[in-house]
Structures are given as C-alpha cells and as structure tokens.
C-alpha cells in the first residue's frame, strides 16, 4: 500500500493495486455512516430477508482460491479491438466451420463473419460496385461510398451502424476497422432526436443500416448529410455453407487470410469506437475507445484488450472451451464488450436474442438443459445481464406454474457462469437469485471509458454489496473526503488507471481534461470504500446517489437495497429532495409486488410511510429511513435498465 496527498490539501489518495489488501482500517467519521455491506453482515441467508420466500435451493458451488488466474495478462495481446480481428481470423484458417454468431436460428462461421467485413471494408473504401458483393436492395445499392479521394483508407471517418444485435452488426463493425474507420454503434430503438444527436455529435459521415431499418435511417442520414448504405446479408452456415465441399471453404478461408493480411488493414492504429454514455449524470458523451492504447505502449507489454478479456480468459483457463454467451445488446459496453468482443476473442459463439424478453431467455436454457438433465449441443453457457434484467427474470420465474419452475429453476443451475454489472445489484436480489439457480452471480463495475476495472472472482469468493477487487493491471485510487487520517471514513471518489482507458471525450477536450487527475487516472465520479478485505463497496454516483441530510452523508444504493427486501417491493429508488430544515430529506419511490398491487384498494398505498418506517426501524438507522414515500407502477429507466435519477427528481418536483 502506499498513501499520498494530493495536490489538493483537502483530500487524500489512497493508492491500491490487485495484489494488494486494504490499505486502511476504515473507521467511522463521526459524521459519515456508508455502512453498505456492514448491515448484510448479519443477514442469514434464510428467512430474515423479505424477497428470500423462494422454493427449492440449489447447492452453492464449490468457491476455490485465487482471486484472478495468475497467467491472465501473459495471455493478452498486444492491441484491443483490432486483436479480435486477428483471432477471428486465426480461427476462421485454423477451424473454417467454427461457429461465431447464432441468431434467428441461422449459425454464421468466423469465416463467413469475416468474409463480409471484408466486403464492407472494401466497399467502403473503394466504393466499387461491381465486385459482386454489394447487392442492390428495392433501389437502394448497398455499400456505394468510397473514401474521399487521395486517401487509402477511411482514415478516421466515423461510420454509424444501426442494426440489431446480428451477424450484419458485428460484420459491420469488422469492416469498419479493416477500412481504417471508426464504428460508432447507434440504437435502433432511440428517438430520432437522440440518433440525431449522436449522428451529429460524431460527425457521422456514413450510416450503415440494415433493410428493415433502412426508411427511417435514410432519412436520419439525410438530415445529418451523412450517406447511407445498407449492409449485405452475412451469409449464413445453412444457406450457403452447407452446400459447397470442405476443400471449396479452405481454399477461400486462406485467400480471404492472405488478402487481409497483405492489405495490412490489420495493423488497426488510431480510434477504433466512440461508444456514448448512457446519460444517467447528464446528456450521453462520446467516449472514444482506440485499438492500441497510449497508455498501452507505456505500459510496455500490458495491453489494452485486458478487460474484455479478462473474464474469459478465467472460463478458458476453467475447463472446456466451448461457451455460448447469450446477448441482447450491442450498444453499451457490457454488451459490446464483456457479451461480444471478449467471448469471440476467445472462440466462443454468441448468440443474439434480437430484444430482452423473460419468456424467451427461460425457454433458452430449459431448450439448452432438458428435464432429464442432458445439455444439448450449442447450449447456453455463460449469461450476463444488468440487475434490473435479472429481476425481471425473476418476476417471469414466480409466474410460472410450479412445474415449470422446477425445470426452469434446474436449467438454469447448469450454465457455467452468470454475470452480473452496469449498474448495483441489490443484495436481496442476489440471493434470491442464488436460492433459485445455485449462481452466486459475478458481480463487477465498469464504465463506458475502462470498460470494467473491479470484479468478483471467478474462483474465491463473491462477496454480496461489493465489486470486488481491481482487474490485473488495473490501478486504483481514492480520493478521500477527509484527512484519510486514522479516524478516516475511507471515502471517497474512485479513481482508475488502467490499460483499456479510453482516449477522449470526443470533441470535449476541457471535459476530458477535467476527468483526470495527475498520474492519468481517471475520477469516476463513484463514492466508494473498501472493506476489511479489500473488497470495493460502490456507495453511487456521487453527483446522485450520496443524499446529504444534515450533516450526514447516506449511500441511497443501501437504503434501495433495505427497502428491495420489504416482502410488498418489487423494484426502489431511493433519492435526495430538497428539505428546508436537513438541506435533503431522503425519499422512496417503489413498485409495489404484482399480487400486492392487486390486493391494494383503490386508495389505500400498498405501504404507507408509517408500516415502511416501522418496518424499517432495525434494519436501517434511523437517520437512514425515508421520510417521504411514493408508489408507482413502474420506474422510468433507460435502455440499460438504470433509473435516471436527475430525471426523477424533475418527476417529484
Ligand atoms: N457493479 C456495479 N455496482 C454499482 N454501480 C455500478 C456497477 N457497475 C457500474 N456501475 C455504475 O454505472 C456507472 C457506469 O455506467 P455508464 O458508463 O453507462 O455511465 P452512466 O453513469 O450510466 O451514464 P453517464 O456517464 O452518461 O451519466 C458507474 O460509474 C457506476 O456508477
């Protein structure tokens, strides 16, 4: 451990890294009370918690040693995005018919992947139609662009890709690269002004889109003077590979290798991504990913794939080598990155479900393990989801009739793993979860501008109420709220640095600037504190989750998860409002469980403020319960399912 002062006199770093314990005995300030995890503490796992009125248990599964595999970082390699390029390729000669991409029940190969971002990068950069490969679609070419002339490649344009998780996506940003452009993945499902926004934002100059979309995306491109193209259909394992002899596949697997190869599109220097923020703090910002990071290159040998990698360099090094991830979203870097880059890298196929639907993934994994307890090939292996995805699931789980519980319940006990990030899981929720499947979920926190930077571990074990520890090679810091001195809190914001940084804010240099402290490590804007085993605990953004009454500063994410285990709550935010005597008072939305909105009379709240601080009064300190309660039938959340709390605080005013 090592401990500094900042520049700043007021405050203090703490400086930890993955190999190290806790650095300082984490007193209490007087006045400071985050006590996330230490209120779990002495939860049992049984009937204390409210939500925990599940059936059947499944075994916990055996937790072994170390933390992260040792070996993880001499595995990675030297530059991110493009690397996933590479080892697609490898496999595609290696293993023609391995398939990378499942969905809508058609299977594509890494080669038949790649053949078509080879096509697209082509077009894109040449422009030429007459190739064969673009096809003309109801009067729209595919792919008639061209780079500007005088120049060899794309060079740094941005192209726009709005297309549902499938194999066109993902071609679409291959080829982007192998053009020397920069992908920047747009969202089917956002309003016009938002896409608009975003197209502007980031000088899109072509959008790529597929037919179903392609109306309503000529028009957005149109209105930003953007082109617009559509993406050829990757063609699939069934309708086309099937019927050309294996000799055929080999010899155009190796001419495709050859040519991309010698092309030297590879070589991927430069800005690979901008992925835009989901906007929980304010309006989204680009945030631009590049495929071989500075911080890489001084960094030597560590590499900036590291992240997206990690975890599935854990399920290699685990036992088999077959996973099959299952992903609804490409737009975000969980999905982007821990659901598709990280297992292609590995060699696995995902598949895409076109949208997040309950029935739909339960159906998944009993089709995946049937009643007599077989997995079937191409069964799903490995899951990650956001918290709010995995309440979900569990709402569709107590609809079920008993029967289907059983298998469903027994299904789901045999994935390998399940993950869980993006934003708190909610202890109470955890357990339920683990009650049901037996899968302690693995919880990690990222962001849009590292990726991810602390994880559970694979193997060790998975605290509830913390992120665990930093990733190798991922440094992090606290920049303490007081002294750091022996009666410190040891609170304060997170800082990271850490080979997959992003580069910039795109176009917001004094933004980007102000982002960073000396040293280049990222603020984060996340209160957060260590445990006595060096387990991080994320007390929230600071800007919307610390709620300030009197001179008391409270992490809303405990009370939420207080709350979450009140048998009559489905869902909570907790946030700060305005109070002329305490400057904040702390106030509850709930949904109400399913059946307790149907019992509930018309007038009569399904919990009134009175039951809930009764309830309340030896589970939270009395400073910590909610002096103002509303009851809603659902919370506004974005599409990564997280609750914008500027925004709900605009609703209470
Ligand atoms: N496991 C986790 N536990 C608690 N919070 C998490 C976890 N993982 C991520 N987060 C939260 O999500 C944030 C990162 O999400 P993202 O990059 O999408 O930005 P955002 O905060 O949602 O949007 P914006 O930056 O536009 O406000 C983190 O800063 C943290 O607040």
């Not at 309003?191 to 899109?204: I, R």
């Not at 992903?327 to 821990?338: D, P």
């Amino acid at each position: 451990m090592s401990a500094f002062t900042s520049t700043n006199r007021f405050s203090r770093l703490i400086h930890f890294d993955s190999c190290r314990k806790r650095p300082l005995a984490s007193s209490f300030c007087c006045r400071l009370h985050y006590s996330l995890l230490s209120s779990y503490a002495s939860c049992s796992s049984s009937s204390s918690i409210g939500l925990l009125r599940v059936l059947r248990p499944y075994p916990r599964r055996p937790a072994p040693r170390p933390f992260f595999s040792a070996n993880a970082a001499e595995l990675l390699p030297p530059d991110a995005s493009m690397e996933v390029v590479k080892a697609a390729l490898k496999r595609c000669s290696t293993q023609p018919g391995t398939v990378a991409i499942r969905s809508q029940q058609k299977s594509y190969s890494y080669a038949q992947l790649l053949s078509s971002a080879w096509k697209i990068s082509n077009l894109l950069c040449t422009g030429d139609l007459s190739n064969g490969c673009a096809r003309s679609m109801n009067g729209v070419s595919s792919i008639a662009i061209g780079v500007p002339s005088g120049k060899k490649n794309l060079e740094g344009a941005r192209i726009g890709i709005v297309a549902k998780p499938s194999a066109e996506f993902v071609a679409g940003v291959f080829g982007t690269w192998l053009g020397g452009g920069v992908a920047v993945p747009l969202a089917v499902s956002y309003p016009e002004a938002e896409l608009l926004h975003v197209m502007n934002d980031s000088d899109v100059s072509i959008l790529l889109s597929t037919e179903e979309h392609q109306e309503l995306m000529k028009n957005v491109a149109a209105k930003c003077g953007a082109q617009f193209s559509l993406i050829p259909d990757v063609s699939s394992i069934t309708s086309d590979g099937d019927s050309r002899n294996k000799l055929e596949v080999e010899i155009d697997v190796e001419t495709l290798r050859r040519e991309i190869e010698d092309s030297k599109a590879l070589e991927g220097n430069g800005d690979a991504l901008i992925v835009y923020t989901s906007g929980t703090t304010g309006k989204p910002k680009g945030v631009v990913h590049t495929h071989k990071s500075v911080t890489a290159q001084r960094h030597g040998n560590i590499h900036h794939v590291i992240n997206f990698c990690t975890v599935y360099l854990y399920i290699i090094s685990y036992n088999e080598k077959k996973f099959i991830n299952l992903n609804f979203s490409t737009l975000h870097v969980h999905g982007l990155f821990n659901a598709l880059f990280a297992p292609l890298y590995a060699g696995a196929a995902v598949e895409f479900m076109p949208k997040f639907s309950v029935r739909g993934i339960w159906e998944r994994w009993r089709e995946s393990y049937p009643k007599d307890g077989t997995k079937v090939d191409n069964a799903i292996t490995v899951f990650t989801g956001v918290p709010t995805m995995y309440t979900r699931l569990l709402q569709g789980y107590e609809a079920m009739d008993p029967e289907l519980q059983a298998t469903s319940a027994s299904a789901a006990s045999q994935l390998r793993l399940m993950m869980c990030g993006s934003s708190a899981l909610p202890y109470p929720l955890m357990k339920q979860w683990e009650t049901i499947t037996g899968h302690r979920l693995l919880e990690r926190y990222g962001m849009t501008e590292f990726v991810m930077a602390l994880s559970n571990p694979l193997r060790g074990t998975r605290k509830g109420g913390t992120v665990g520890k930093p990733l190798p090679h991922v440094e992090v810091k606290i920049l303490m709220e007081d002294d750091g001195g022996p009666d410190s809190s040891g609170v304060g914001e997170l800082c990271v640095r850490s080979p997959s940084l992003f580069k910039e804010y795109w176009k917001q240099p004094e933004v980007t600037k102000e982002s960073f402290i000396d040293g280049g490590f990222f603020k984060t804007g996340d209160t957060v504190k260590v445990d006595e085993d060096g387990y991080y605990i994320i007390l929230g953004r600071s800007s919307a989750d610390i709620i300030k009454v009197g001179g008391y500063k409270l992490s809303a994410l405990e009370i939420e998860s207080r709350i979450l285990e009140h048998p009559s709550v489905s869902e909570c935010a907790v946030v700060g409002v305005p109070d002329k005597d305490y400057g904040e008072a702390i106030c509850a939305i709930i949904v109400p469980e399913a059946g307790e909105k149907e019992k509930t009379e018309e007038l009569k709240p399904p919990l009134s403020l009175e039951e809930l601080r009764s309830w309340a009064k030896d589970k939270l300190a009395p400073y910590k319960i909610p002096t103002r309660l509303f009851s809603w039938n659902s919370l506004p959340r974005n599409a990564m399912g997280k609750v914008n709390k500027k925004e709900l605080k605009k609703l209470l005013e």
